[in-house]
C-alpha cells in the first residue's frame, strides 16, 4: 500500500514539473521572430541578418507555407540587413530565394535593382581607389621636393659661417622648389575637384561600401595623411632651419653690414616723409583736402616707423651680444661703431619729428564731445563719457563747458550733441559769442540764457559761459553785453548774395534813409548805391 502510494506520488510530480516546464519554455518560433525585430530596431544589419535566416530556416521547417505571412514579412527584413551593409548582390539572392518560396512577378524588378547597385558599387569603388592612389602619388611628389628643401636647409646651417652669396643661392633654390610644390599641389586640387564630383554621383544614389570595402578605402586614405605628416614635418623643419640661417647670417659682418646700410636707407625714407608732412603742416588752417593727405602721409609715415623700430631691435641685440660684436675684426667693429653712431642720432632726430607730428594731428583731429577720436559724436562717446564721471577721470574732449571737470553738466551738452540741437560745446574756440545752445544761431534762448546769467553768475563760474557771455570783450558780464546780444539777435549781418553765372552782383533795391527796399539800385561791380540796413532788407 504504501508503495501503491509512493508511486502514484511520484507520477503526480512527474506530471506537474512538466506542466510546469511546458508554461516557462517560450515557443522557439516567437523567440526567433522577437530576435528578428529586436535586430532591426537596434540597426545591428549583420545581426538582422544571421536572424533573418534563423527564423525562416525554422518557420519553414514547422508550417512551411502555413507561416507565409510571416516568412515573407522577414525575408525583407533580410534582404534590408544585407542592403544596410553594402551587400546588394547578396541583397538580390535573397530576394530571388523569397521569389522560389512563393513566386511573386514584381521581385523581378526588386533583383535587378539590387544588381544595379551592386555594378554601380564596384565602379564607386574602383574610382575611389583610383582617386586615393592618385593622391597618394601627387602626395610623394609634394614630399620630395620638401625634403629637398629640408636638406639644403641643414646643409648650409651646418657651415660654420654663411655668405652672401649662399645665402642668395639657397633662397633661389627653395623659391624654385616652393614653386614645384606649388604647381604640383595645383594639379593635385583639380583632380580631387573632378573625383570628388564624380564620386559625388554616387553618393547621391546612396550607394555604400561593405565593411571590407571600406577597410581597403580607409587603408589608402590613411597613407596619404601619413604622406601629409611628414610633408608638414619637412617643410616645418625647412622653415626653423631658414630662421636660423638668418639669425647666423644676420650676425655675421656680411649680414651687419646689410643691416646698417638697410637701417640708414629706411632712415633717410622717414625723414623725407617727415619733411614732407611738416610742409604741409606749415600751410595752417589746413583744407578738408589738406587734412587728407596729411593722414594718408601720416599712415605711410607709420609704416616706415615700424619697419624702424623692429630693424633697430635686431642692430642693438647684435650690439649687444658679446659673441657676436667679439668675433668681429677691429676694423669691422670701428666701422660698425661709426655707423651705429649715426644711426642712433638719426633715430633721435626722427623720434623728435614725430612728437611733433603726432601731436599737432591730436590738435587737429581734437573735437570737443568725441571721446574715442573716431571723427563723430554718438553713443559710444556718451558712453565713454559715464565712465569717465563714475570714475572721475578727465579728458579735456569730455569736458565740454570748460570747467575743468568731467560732471553731469557735460553729459547733457553731450547729448544735446548727439541728438544734433548743439553744434559746438561750448568750451569750444569755434563758438559763436553769444551762442549759448551751441546751435548756430543768436535767438531769444540765447537772450534768455545771459539773463540768467546775469543774475546768477555763481552758476556758471569757472566755466566756458563766461566767456561766451562776454560780447564786449571787457573781462566782465554786465548790461552792455545783453545790449550788444540784443542788438546782434535783431540786426545779424547780412550774407552777400551770389550773382548768376555772369559773376555780377545780384542789384539790391533798398531806401536810403530807412534801408526798406524801395526800387534804387546797387551794384557791387561798379561801386554804386547803398546797401540794405536790417534784417527786414530784401534781396
Not at 633654390?173 to 616652393?178: D, F, G, I
Not at 539790391?508 to 561791380?525: C, F, L, Q
Request: net charge neutral; charged share 30%; hydrophobic share 40%.
Amino acid at each position: 500500500m504504501v508503495r501503491k502510494n509512493l508511486m502514484l506520488v511520484v507520477c503526480a510530480l512527474f506530471v506537474f514539473s512538466m506542466s510546469v516546464s511546458a508554461y516557462a519554455m517560450p515557443n522557439p518560433y516567437d523567440v526567433y521572430l522577437n530576435a528578428v525585430n529586436a535586430a532591426e530596431k537596434a540597426g545591428d544589419w549583420a545581426k538582422l541578418v544571421s536572424a533573418s535566416r534563423t527564423f525562416i530556416n525554422y518557420a519553414k521547417l514547422q508550417g512551411g507555407h502555413k507561416n507565409d505571412k510571416d516568412i515573407l514579412t522577414v525575408y525583407d527584413k533580410f534582404v534590408k540587413g544585407y542592403d544596410k551593409q553594402g551587400y546588394y548582390n547578396a541583397a538580390g539572392n535573397i530576394v530571388r530565394e523569397k521569389n522560389t518560396w512563393k513566386p511573386d512577378s514584381s521581385n523581378i524588378d526588386k533583383v535587378m535593382a539590387f544588381e544595379q547597385k551592386d555594378m554601380q558599387q564596384r565602379e564607386y569603388f574602383q574610382k575611389t581607389l583610383a582617386f586615393h592612389n592618385e593622391r597618394v602619388s601627387f602626395k610623394s611628389k609634394i614630399l620630395e621636393f620638401a625634403q629637398e628643401k629640408e636638406k639644403l636647409v641643414k646643409a648650409l646651417l651646418d657651415k660654420k659661417e654663411i655668405t652672401k652669396e649662399e645665402l642668395a643661392s639657397l633662397s633661389a633654390s627653395l623659391k624654385e622648389l616652393t614653386g614645384q610644390i606649388a604647381s604640383v599641389t595645383k594639379d593635385l586640387v583639380a583632380m580631387r575637384d573632378k573625383a570628388l564630383k564624380e564620386l559625388a554621383v554616387f553618393e547621391k544614389a546612396g550607394i555604400i561600401f561593405t565593411a571590407a570595402q571600406q577597410t581597403v578605402v580607409d587603408t589608402k586614405a590613411r597613407l596619404a595623411t601619413e604622406i601629409q605628416t611628414k610633408i608638414n614635418a619637412a617643410e616645418k623643419a625647412a622653415r626653423e632651419g631658414l630662421v636660423k640661417i638668418t639669425e647666423k647670417y644676420q650676425f655675421s659682418w656680411d649680414g651687419l653690414e646689410e643691416l646698417l646700410t638697410k637701417m640708414q636707407g629706411l632712415q633717410t625714407k622717414i625723414m623725407d616723409l617727415q619733411k614732407q608732412i611738416m610742409d604741409l603742416m606749415g600751410k595752417s588752417p589746413l583744407s578738408d583736402e589738406d587734412k587728407k593727405i596729411l593722414m594718408g602721409l601720416k599712415a605711410d609715415l607709420d609704416k616706415l616707423n615700424a619697419e624702424h623700430d623692429q630693424l633697430m631691435i635686431d642692430i642693438e641685440k647684435a650690439f649687444m651680444d658679446t659673441t657676436v660684436f667679439n668675433k668681429l675684426s677691429i676694423d669691422q667693429q670701428k666701422k660698425y661703431l661709426e655707423i651705429f653712431r649715426v644711426i642712433r642720432e638719426a633715430a633721435g632726430v626722427i623720434n623728435k619729428n614725430d612728437k611733433v607730428i603726432e601731436d599737432f594731428i591730436k590738435k587737429m583731429n581734437f573735437k570737443y564731445g568725441d571721446l574715442n577720436s573716431d571723427g563723430k559724436i554718438d553713443a559710444r562717446d556718451t558712453g565713454l563719457l559715464i565712465n569717465m564721471i563714475i570714475n572721475r577721470k578727465y579728458n579735456k574732449a569730455a569736458d565740454l563747458d570748460g570747467s575743468g571737470k568731467v560732471d553731469w553738466s557735460d553729459y547733457y551738452l553731450i547729448n544735446e550733441m548727439v541728438r544734433g540741437t548743439r553744434k559746438t560745446a561750448p568750451a569750444d574756440e569755434a563758438n559763436l559769442k553769444g551762442d549759448f545752445n551751441g546751435d548756430g544761431i543768436l535767438n531769444q534762448a540765447d537772450l534768455d540764457f545771459i539773463i540768467r546769467m546775469y543774475f546768477n553768475p555763481a552758476l556758471y563760474a569757472g566755466t566756458a559761459y563766461k566767456k561766451i557771455a562776454d560780447l564786449t570783450g571787457d573781462g566782465k558780464i554786465d548790461i552792455n553785453d545783453i545790449v550788444k546780444l540784443v542788438n546782434a539777435i535783431n540786426n545779424p549781418p547780412v550774407q552777400p548774395c551770389d550773382d548768376t553765372a555772369s559773376g555780377t552782383a545780384k542789384n539790391v533795391a533798398t531806401d536810403n534813409s530807412s534801408g526798406n527796399a524801395t526800387g534804387g539800385t546797387s551794384n557791387a561791380a561798379t561801386g554804386t548805391g547803398t546797401s540794405a540796413g536790417n534784417l527786414n532788407s530784401g534781396f
